[in-house]
């Protein structure tokens, strides 16, 4: 049975998050709330992990969740219900491809897709800022403000911030570069 609700599960998530692998983080952060399957930092885990394979996040992410649930045949289940409706979507577009290129509602529709996919991306980026960049549990615990911020992940985001977007030199490295020094970084500090 779990089996088919992790398929149903992320079948809706393919069926619906239009953008993208950020697009289903918000959809995660749903099946975390109503099945317990993992908590909001496994979420932060999840997306780290998704994002330093190869392959596509929304795909890692549904492989990484059926795993961590269900071992191996939970891999597979969430993967192939990640993936089906876009196979079906595709077939369909395929069949009607002449007629479906100059409808104007489907232009339309696609035309207000875009800042739905923008606003899942953005929330996803939100949720995403606070679990890696704030320590929320801890300040309510001690209710002391400076708890708040999680100060040695916060330089980390700003030093690759940084070097990703104005030093000359390594604003054009691959990502990769980044990912795995983000790593030695992690192991060594954190």
């Known amino acids: 049975m779990i089996l088919l609700r ?9 069926l619906f998050s239009v953008g993208g692998g950020m697009a289903t983080l ?10 317990a399957w993992f908590t909001y930092d496994q979420i932060a885990d999840m997306l780290a992990v998704s994002e330093s ?9 549904a492989t990484y969740t059926g795993f961590t649930t269900a071992g191996i045949p939970g891999s597979i289940a969430a993967t192939l219900g990640i993936i089906t409706p876009g196979i079906i979507i595709v077939l369909l577009i395929v069949a009607v491809l002449d007629r479906f290129r100059r409808n104007r509602y489907v232009e339309a529709a696609f035309y207000g897709l875009r800042p739905a996919s923008t606003g899942l991306i953005a929330a996803a980026g939100v949720l995403v800022v606070g679990i890696s960049l704030l320590n929320v549990d801890v300040f309510r615990e001690t209710g002391n403000f400076a708890d708040v911020f999680n100060i040695k992940a916060i330089i980390l985001a700003a030093l690759l911030l ?16 980044f990912i795995a020094a983000s790593a030695v970084v992690g192991i060594l500090v954190f």
Do not use: S
Not at 26 to 35: C, E, G, N, Q, V
Not at 53 to 61: A, K, Q, V
């Open 6 to 14: 992790l398929w149903w599960e992320f079948f809706k998530i393919g």
């Open 26 to 35: 918000p959809f995660l952060y749903d099946i975390a709330d109503r099945t």
């Open 53 to 61: 394979t190869p392959g596509p996040i929304g795909i890692n992410m």
């Open 162 to 177: 940084y070097f990703t977007r104005w030093c000359k030199p390594t604003k054009k490295l691959h990502p990769i570069v």
